[in-house]
């Protein structure tokens, strides 16, 4: 760690003396003192509420009436890869983003990245300026510049001249980097994309037609603009239990899809390419001397057709060309997966060549669109030290970041809800990308700064989207066709060709090359991109970075993961500050004893240690670039781990993991029927009032079945309800304002490990506890069954908080919520109160929400419709596993599913009643496996 | 002897230390105690109710003096000329420049006191208006349902026609509110009089309930439904007075 350890026992949140009460003080100072903080309270709240403006439109845009959000569809990349999206604006701000159903990458969801885009796009640390050596410039200056060089690429065809992007999904983007490279034939594009490498082997998945799914360390649900896709396919699919497909993960770092394995292995790297081998042998005949493998065999074969296997991004060739041999083998190929050909059209280089021509001089002028290479390219390359030698290098991006403070020019990047533009999506659908607010600061996407290349520095990128889908569009009627785009969000009838099935490759198997044994007692290393942060591009975030990682709950900053076994015999405990050695490369890390890890290997993870994120990500964690090596970008053998003998302390929301053999989450077997648990003694006696409710009566069902535990409930609904972050210091004091937290539990060893994921809001249970203790009637239940929290009367005893089972209540023990900053009010919802300090707050199951339902169907003299109230969780929810609805409606989705044997209730024994409740987790083992 | 008489201090010989009348002041002090309570407790219920502390009928300093009088009564302009969100959203919305510019670049064309109004129309920089009808932050109050439920504008607004310089009429105080919110019948009327200005009792509530046969508009059934639905329920305990109805 390069920053000093923030202490624990920093006495400065309050002033000397504030909250430790003198033990001399006399009755007559006691007196004193209390009688001048009643005279000054009693002052104090005598405020006058302060006059405040109405400023209306001069002229008020069509179609918008004050006080009524509109949705527009727009789409976010991720990884060249679209993810459609509606978002929410009110009086012309974006204030939330939800996914778009009627695109096939989101189909309702969205995933935490896309949740959290709205607060990078209001972060006050973006660049705000064109800057030319560090210094405020202006886009003509920069224009200036741009125009005298390309007078001198336009001479020497561009001899020199390089563009550096990140993997480009924008088919216009396309187009115009084409064109440059027709215009300037000697200039070269180079692609650098650390979060989202190209695949050796790319492959569609279509886990809805799957039965039998085997994943050899391919995370199909991690982060993506796939996940949403994937996961609810996977969890639709899991809705039948006789169809119910059955995953088999094999994995060194247990990852969402991990978790959500019927059967799962841990293994290292080496290990997973000689299953891989071991998988194809046996699936060819030879007989299998592992119980493991035979049932997976077995079941694969059972399952032609109607299995795949798929090899992650992050494997060698070798275990793709074995997945692909078998899918090959079992007639998968063309039913769950699909190897497309190599798309058409130019492809990008890569980044090693762009520097070894940087050091051999032959850079003149390099453009460096979105990437961070400064801080994200592997740390043999040195970066910095060859983008020295290039005459002129402007950077364009949303930060002034390592990269940017390399780099002559910098010019300050549209953020993706600032500017047009457009994207495909995995299966080719083309969105439009349709801003919601003009730039906030001058700032210029990068069509417009390509444009300007061709000498076009008038076009907006309005403007060249607008051309590029005209001259795109054949036939008649443009205009009505580019309006049912922007308003759909799917350009449904200028579909670009989808990538055809590619032919077999041309390497066996057997040819793929020996990979070298790796001694039994040696370390692996592995690296791999944040869950979050992906490879730092979302380290300014700091909705992402409080965000409690999957299954750590570590939040502000990462580690080093090493099995319980592996830490053992290498003498390292949870916290030790360890120096990890990789190919004469040190740096150190703490150690995280993760249960479920592959032993003799370890885990680090990219996005951490930035020098120039920000105001929130700078000096966060380690950087594990500087373990990067360019032949060896996803880590290999020959790690050393010493110990330092120094501690650290995580900030972490989830301290204890084990369940204790109690059945908080459950899971049930199939096959395997879970014996009769006696269930928790019915007490109709209570003291608390029996109020009999009158419909609607609120109740949410989360279904622990669908979900993977991503996370995205919790940033959605942060979003939706003006929840602060805290900051690192405070997340260790246990003060995080998450209003649903994610849970998880690792109990068992072994492959007998489960892990699971609970997403936990408030229960508004119909006996709450919080309620009888609450002096002032702070929070009391109202007539739809909701356990509301009124603000204004607050005083902050927090006897609540005490008293509730569950801990979903959450205090602002300081003034968390930035009243200052005019970016920041601009993102808020306006529909809820942003709380002060003192008070106490907890999930409202979006009564704002309920409210603008229920004054809709007011008005027009009718109940409100089972599925119109849709709080942002549920809404967010990539897997549709959180239902809310009317429980007292027995035509309801929610009371269908409290109808469920699945269903239960969390801590039913304590009688709260809660109406949040939960459906169990399913488990589907092989019947030879158990 | 002698000495004796010197440094003696016996109490039979010392003076009084409370006069006589002390007495009468003690018993008086006990009445008085209690009145100057009373007093201090209805001068600060006077204070914090008066129109200094509520800021009622106290007009609002505006860029343009805007009278709602002129135009309310003098042109018979209806409300939703200009607040064109108040029977479809939260916010009854106030009118943008080119709202006022379409009868002002016709009339009034050159008079001084629309001169913000002309200049914001010429430079693109909208109006400023002072908030007149300011509720705390922490309340959501929603116009369309009021006016669809039939509470009319002058219930809250007053009468608006009568106020060449707007002005609150009420507190806007919570107590204010929950006055409706218990037993809002007393301030429903029919649909067809929301917008209407009189003072006139024989048209408000209680008479268009006697004449319904007279009553326009539909909304009549739905009104009295719900007064239906909260005599059945008994008019406290309603879902109207929940928190959550306006606090969020």
């Known amino acids: 760690m390069k920053t000093p350890l923030p202490s624990m026992t920093r006495g400065d949140e309050f002033s000397e003396g504030?909250?430790?009460?003198?033990?001399?003080?006399?009755?007559?100072?006691?007196l004193e003192i209390m009688a001048a903080s009643l005279a000054l309270g009693g002052a104090g709240a005598c405020t006058r509420q302060p006059l405040e403006e109405i400023v209306p439109y001069v002229r008020q845009p069509e179609g918008l009436t004050l006080g009524r959000p509109l949705y527009f569809a727009t789409a976010m990349e991720l990884g060249g890869e679209g993810c459609g999206l509606l978002v929410r604006s009110d009086a012309g701000r974006p204030t939330k983003i939800e996914g778009n159903p009627e695109h096939p990458a989101s189909l309702g969801g969205t995933n935490p990245q896309m949740q959290a885009a709205l607060l990078t796009l209001y972060d006050p640390a973006r660049s705000q300026t064109p800057l030319k050596a560090g210094v405020p410039s202006t886009w003509e200056d920069l224009l200036g510049a741009l125009t005298r060089e390309s007078a001198r690429w336009a001479l020497n065809k561009g001899a020199g001249l390089r563009l550096l992007t990140r993997r480009v999904g924008s088919p216009t983007l396309r187009a115009q980097i084409d064109q440059l490279l027709a215009k300037f034939p000697k200039a070269r594009w180079h692609e650098h994309d650390p979060a989202f490498p190209r695949s050796p082997m790319p492959a569609e998945l279509h886990l809805e037609r799957a039965r039998v799914i085997v994943?050899?360390?391919?995370?199909?649900?991690?982060?993506?603009?796939?996940?949403?896709?994937?996961?609810?396919?996977?969890?639709?699919a899991r809705q039948s239990e006789e169809e119910m497909p059955r995953l088999y993960v094999v994995e060194s770092m247990p990852s969402l899809t991990g978790t959500m394995a019927d059967h799962r292995r841990a293994l290292r790297p080496a290990d997973i390419v000689q299953f891989a081998r071991q998988l194809v042998g046996t699936a060819n005949g030879s007989p299998a001397t592992d119980p493991w493998v035979a049932a997976l065999v077995k079941d694969l074969q059972a399952n032609k057709g109607r299995a795949v296997v798929v090899a992650g991004d992050f494997q060698p060739l070798a275990v793709h060309l074995a997945a692909r041999a078998i899918n090959?083998?079992?007639?998968?190929?063309?039913?769950?997966?699909?190897?497309?050909?190599?798309?058409?059209?130019?492809?990008?280089?890569?980044?090693?060549?762009?520097?070894?021509?940087?050091k051999a001089g032959t850079v003149e002028a390099l453009l460096i669109a979105g990437p961070n290479p400064v801080y994200d390219a592997p740390a043999d390359l040195e970066f910095a030290a060859a983008l020295a030698t290039v005459p002129f290098t402007l950077h364009h991006g949303l930060y002034r970041d390592e990269s940017a403070r390399h780099c002559t020019w910098h010019l300050p990047e549209s953020h993706f809800l600032e500017a047009w533009s457009d994207v495909t999506a995995y299966d080719g659908t083309p969105s439009i990308v349709q801003p919601l607010i003009a730039p906030l600061y001058p700032s210029k996407s990068l069509h417009e700064l390509l444009a300007a290349l061709f000498g076009d520095a008038v076009s907006s990128s309005y403007d060249l989207i607008h051309a590029a889908w005209a001259k795109r569009h054949a036939g008649e009627g443009f205009e009505p066709a580019w309006r049912r785009a922007l308003h759909d969000g799917t350009w449904k009838s200028g579909e670009i060709p989808r990538a055809q099935p590619g032919p077999e490759p041309g390497v066996s198997v057997a040819s793929s090359g020996a990979v070298s044994a790796v001694a039994a007692g040696a370390l692996e290393l592995i690296i791999r991109p944040d869950p979050f942060l992906l490879d730092g591009?979302?380290?300014?975030?700091?909705?992402?970075?409080?965000?409690?990682?999957?299954?750590?709950?570590?939040?502000?900053g990462n580690a080093v993961h090493l099995s319980p076994a592996t830490a053992q015999r290498i003498g390292v405990v949870h916290g030790d500050l360890v120096e990890l050695h990789h190919q004469n490369r040190v740096t150190e890390a703490p150690a995280w004893i993760h249960p479920g890890h592959a032993d003799d290997c370890a885990t680090i993870h990219l996005g951490y240690g930035r020098s120039s994120a920000g105001t929130v990500g700078t000096a966060l964690g380690f950087d594990a670039f500087a373990l990067q090596t360019s032949d060896r970008p996803w880590g290999g053998p020959g790690l050393e781990i010493r110990r330092t003998g120094r501690r650290h302390i995580f900030a972490v929301t989830q301290e204890h993991q084990s369940m204790e053999a109690r059945d908080t989450a459950r899971v049930e077997d199939i096959g395997h029927p879970a014996e009769e648990k006696e269930a928790p003694p019915s007490r109709e006696e209570t003291l608390y009032r029996n109020v009999k409710y009158t419909s609607p009566s609120w109740g949410m069902v989360i279904d622990l079945d669908s979900c993977i535990g991503c996370a995205t409930c919790t940033i959605a609904c942060q979003a939706e309800n003006n929840i602060p972050v805290v900051g690192r210091e405070q997340v260790m004091r246990g003060r995080v304002m998450h209003w649903i937290r994610?849970?998880?539990?690792?109990?068992?060893?072994?492959?007998?490990?489960?892990?699971?994921?609970?997403?936990?809001?408030?229960?508004?249970?119909?006996?709450?506890?919080?309620?009888?203790?609450?002096?002032?009637?702070?929070?009391?239940?109202?007539?739809?069954?909701?356990?509301?929290?009124?603000?204004?009367?607050?005083?902050?005893?927090?006897?609540?908080?005490?008293?509730?089972?569950?801990k979903v209540?959450?205090?602002n023990f300081l003034?968390?919520?930035?009243?200052?900053?005019?970016?920041?009010?601009?993102?808020?919802?306006?529909?809820?109160?942003?709380?002060?300090?003192?008070?106490?707050?907890?999930?409202?199951?979006?009564?704002?929400?309920?409210?603008?339902v229920r004054i809709e169907a007011d008005k027009e003299s009718r109940a409100i419709r089972d599925g119109e109230v849709i709080p942002a969780c549920a809404q967010a929810c990539p897997t549709e596993a959180i239902t809310f609805g009317d429980v007292l409606d027995p035509q309801s989705k929610v009371s269908a599913l409290r109808q469920s044997p699945r269903h239960y209730a969390l801590l039913a024994e304590l009688n709260t009643r809660p109406r949040t409740t939960y459906l169990a987790r399913r488990r589907n083992p092989h019947p030879d496996l158990g | 002897m002698f000495r004796t008489e010197v440094i003696s201090f016996s109490p039979a010989r010392m003076a009084q230390l409370f006069p006589q009348y002390s007495n009468t002041i003690a018993r008086l002090a006990v009445p008085a105690l209690v009145v100057s309570v009373a007093a201090a407790a209805s001068a600060f219920h006077t204070i914090i109710f008066s129109s200094y502390a509520t800021r009622t009928h106290a007009p609002v300093t505006q860029t343009v003096p805007f009278s709602h009088e002129h135009h309310v009564s003098g042109l018979g302009i209806d409300c939703r000329y200009c607040h064109t969100g108040v029977e479809t959203s939260s916010f009854a919305g106030l009118p943008a420049?080119?709202?006022?510019?379409?009868?002002?670049?016709?009339?009034?064309?050159?008079?001084p006191v629309l001169q913000p109004v002309r200049d914001s129309w010429a430079t693109g920089k909208p109006l400023r208006w002072n908030r007149v009808h300011d509720l705390p932050d922490y309340v959501y109050f929603d116009h369309s349902i009021h006016v669809k439920k039939g509470v009319a504008c002058m219930e809250c607004h007053g009468r608006v026609d009568q106020m060449p310089l707007m002005a609150t009429q009420h507190t806007l105080y919570m107590r204010w509110c929950l006055d409706c919110h218990r037993s809002p019948e007393k301030h429903q009327g029919p649909q067809a009089d929301v917008f209407v200005m009189r003072d006139d009792p024989g048209l408000s509530r209680k008479s268009a309930l006697a004449n319904r046969g007279e009553t326009r508009g539909e909304s009549l059934p739905l009104l009295e439904h719900g007064i239906q639905a909260i005599r059945e329920k008994g008019a406290r305990g309603t879902r109207l007075e929940d928190c959550s109805v306006c606090h969020r």
């Open chain 1, 809 to 811: 209540r959450r205090f």
């Open chain 1, 215 to 236: 994943s050899l360390d391919a995370d199909i649900f991690g982060a993506s603009a796939l996940q949403p896709w994937r996961a609810l396919s996977f969890a639709r």
């Open chain 2, 97 to 111: 420049t080119e709202t006022c510019m379409t009868c002002h670049s016709q009339v009034w064309r050159d008079a």
């Open chain 1, 328 to 358: 090959e083998g079992l007639g998968n190929t063309g039913q769950t997966i699909v190897y497309p050909s190599a798309p058409a059209g130019r492809t990008a280089d890569d980044l090693p060549s762009l520097c070894d021509a940087m």
């Open chain 1, 537 to 556: 591009r979302f380290a300014e975030n700091a909705w992402l970075q409080e965000l409690p990682k999957p299954l750590t709950k570590m939040t502000w």
């Open chain 1, 18 to 30: 504030a909250s430790t009460w003198p033990s001399d003080v006399s009755r007559r100072r006691f």
């Open chain 1, 742 to 806: 994610v849970d998880s539990y690792a109990d068992g060893a072994g492959e007998r490990l489960r892990m699971l994921h609970q997403p936990v809001p408030c229960m508004h249970c119909e006996n709450a506890p919080c309620e009888p203790v609450c002096p002032v009637g702070a929070t009391v239940h109202d007539h739809e069954g909701l356990n509301v929290m009124v603000y204004n009367r607050c005083v902050g005893t927090r006897y609540c908080s005490n008293n509730c089972p569950y």
């Open chain 1, 815 to 852: 003034a968390f919520n930035d009243l200052e900053t005019p970016q920041v009010a601009m993102m808020r919802n306006p529909e809820v109160t942003v709380r002060m300090r003192g008070v106490m707050e907890k999930c409202t199951y979006c009564v704002q929400r309920i409210r603008a």
